[in-house]
């Protein structure tokens, strides 16, 4: 009897990304706060921010911005040591918008993070509407002798939903800002929130489409959680009628369909974020990140005679 072959999933994963970069090596990312912040928080955009964002519920405890560079490092470092001592790491600048300052003062803090021993590339989180040309200049050649991936946060493809969000830039921007970056020898990722309220779910579909046609790399994928705190969880609260949120199975079955819209070389990062039960007002699912991971790719993975559990 011949023995049966998984599948192949139709997507490349994370692991398997850095991987192909650190071949033998295990590579973990240590999420830094370096001070920024974004153009809709300080003024020269807006006030509030991006109406979803509540920057407290994606940030882990060793990243404030109270601690310098390298004493984040190294606390980071000290969480996952014990259990895997021979860890290098990737700098991860995450929260708020971390290419939005003075040029010199970015670079200051990169080249912190990268001067410690253990660290063996970075990873920047930014908008697009935030990579003036000096910067991207300096990045291009920082490209020619570390890892680096630049991620972008898109959220949408839909105008009017970046608006509603208060995002203060277009898709458009996204779309020029990824190829010049791309342009530049630079891996890209970008961010997508899927289940903005106004979006339909051939909309939402739609920007797998989008995206597959702009030359990003990675891709990670956030369902929309209304924080505490924030705008919209105003708005959810005076009218929750206005949201859709889906229901586990529902994104599940979104997911899958978004993925085979997907061009299949894009790397997938997640699929879903969790956020700290605390500031969580909904959805509150009961399943953790893995545990979709896992349906998702037995969905993705599954023949067509078989059901989808």
Request: proline share 6%; charged share 25%; glycine share 6%.
């Amino acid at each position: 009897m011949t023995p049966s072959v998984s599948p192949a999933l139709p997507y490349v994963d994370f692991a398997t990304f850095l991987q192909r970069h650190f071949p033998g090596q295990k590579v973990q990312k240590i999420t830094l706060t370096a001070g920024f912040s974004c153009p809709t928080r300080d003024g020269s955009m807006g006030k509030g921010g991006c109406t979803y964002c509540n920057n407290k519920s994606f940030s882990p405890n060793y990243a404030t911005k109270l601690k310098s560079i390298t004493e984040q490092i190294d606390e980071g470092i000290a969480f996952f040591r014990r259990k895997y001592p021979e860890m290098k790491y990737l700098a991860y600048f995450q929260s708020y918008t971390n290419t939005y300052g003075e040029v010199e003062d970015c670079i200051v803090k990169y080249e912190e993070a990268l001067r410690h021993k253990d660290v063996v590339g970075l990873i920047i989180g930014t908008r697009p509407d935030c990579m003036p040309q000096p910067l991207l200049d300096y990045l291009e050649q920082l490209s020619k002798r570390t890892f680096l991936l630049v991620e972008y946060g898109v959220e949408s493809t839909c105008d009017r939903s970046l608006e509603r969000i208060q995002r203060g830039h277009s898709y458009q921007t996204s779309v020029e800002t990824i190829e010049r970056t791309h342009a530049a020898g630079i891996l890209v990722g970008a961010h997508l929130i899927l289940g903005l309220p106004g979006e339909s779910r051939e909309e939402m579909l739609q920007h797998a489409d989008r995206l597959s046609q702009l030359p990003i790399t990675t891709l990670k994928i956030h369902q929309l959680q209304i924080i505490r705190g924030t705008i919209m969880a105003g708005e959810y609260q005076r009218d929750p009628s206005d949201f859709h949120l889906f229901t586990e199975e529902e994104y599940i079955d979104l997911i899958v369909d978004f993925v085979r819209r997907l061009r299949p070389d894009i790397v997938l990062e997640r699929f879903v974020s969790q956020s700290p039960p605390a500031l969580l007002l909904a959805p509150r699912w009961g399943w953790k990140n893995h545990e979709f991971t896992a349906k998702i790719r037995k969905a993705l993975t599954a023949t067509p005679q078989e059901p989808r559990e």
